[in-house]
């Protein structure tokens, strides 16, 4: 327990943000905070400190990535409040929420909500600050235009105007201007279901230069769909990958993740494929399979 947790100004700032949500929340119940993860556990006494100052009736335990660490004791018969710096992955969020719902009848737990400073992942129930993101000016004849392309990239200039109500020139201009400000790319996409079978998501913690070395050689790997930094939990990199088989999984640990002597820690889960994306855009795409690769576990 932090001395003066009150005074800290992200502790605050959280507090301003969300208090009138946290209050007609709460009502009359009694409340038990859980601070998610690492910084969990900071605001989430900053939070519980907050409260019994308020003379409310309320507890406070935490919860790892892991799952581990919760007081189910603590939570009997009362509304629970999870609480939490940023989501950005929205991992430790997830597991607390599954490991709740499966002990929430046998608890008496009244209902489950999420407090954060900032959510990137829109999941939170109540936000202190919400990011403004910056974004070119655009009218609905633009997104309208965006609309018919993202459905069908093929359609011809006059096919779109037709729909749109504006000249083939007219949209022609708009289309170059989308594409000049690269809002807007027009690219083909490969379906996945006719090349892959499984999937694999890869977490794993490692020192910047790793991280950096392993971001330069997997921006082009022809697998990797998605690859992100992250902040805030026990991982640097998550990264998601489409494959053949499980086999190739294994060799693209083995190939591009082990042999990086910075690497500390590796998460991977396996499982079909994604429900989004059904299809992918990837300029260095080169698989390198055969029918047996497509159909072998």
């Not at 790892?64 to 007081?71: A, F, M, S």
């Not at 609309?147 to 504006?166: C, E, N, P």
Request: hydrophobic residues 40%.
């Amino acid at each position: 327990m932090l001395p003066n947790i009150l005074k800290y100004p992200s502790i605050q700032k959280l507090i301003k943000g969300v208090r009138k949500d946290i209050v007609k929340y709460i009502g009359k119940d009694k409340v038990c905070i859980i601070g998610l993860g690492e910084n969990g556990i900071f605001y989430g006494e900053g939070v519980f400190q907050w409260l019994k100052q308020q003379k409310y009736n309320v507890t406070f335990t935490t919860i790892d990535d892991e799952g581990e660490g919760l007081e189910y004791k603590k939570l009997k018969g009362r509304k629970i409040l999870m609480v939490d710096s940023h989501i950005i992955t929205g991992r430790c969020y997830q597991i607390a929420s599954r490991i709740l719902a499966s002990k929430k009848k046998k608890l008496g737990i009244k209902d489950v909500k999420c407090a954060v400073l900032h959510d990137l992942r829109g999941i939170a129930d109540f936000v202190a600050e919400r990011y403004l993101v910056p974004h070119p000016k655009l009218d609905k004849i633009d997104f309208d235009i965006m609309k018919v392309i993202l459905r069908d990239g093929r359609k011809s200039f006059a096919d779109i105007a037709s729909k749109i109500g504006l000249s083939p020139v007219g949209i022609r201009n708009r289309v170059d201007r989308l594409l000049g400000q690269n809002i807007l790319e027009i690219k083909g996409l490969i379906n996945l279901e006719k090349f892959y079978s499984v999937s694999a998501n890869i977490g794993i913690r490692a020192d910047s230069q790793t991280c950096q070395r392993i971001i330069k050689k997997l921006t082009i790997n022809p697998l990797v769909f998605t690859l992100m930094k992250v902040s805030g939990s026990n991982k640097d990199l998550i990264i998601d990958i489409v494959a053949p088989n499980n086999r190739a999984i294994e060799e693209f640990l083995d190939q591009e993740i082990r042999p990086e002597p910075g690497v500390k820690f590796i998460e991977v889960n396996t499982g079909g494929l994604p429900i989004v994306p059904k299809a992918i855009s990837r300029e260095d795409f080169k698989p390198s399979i055969s029918p047996k690769d497509l159909t072998e576990k």
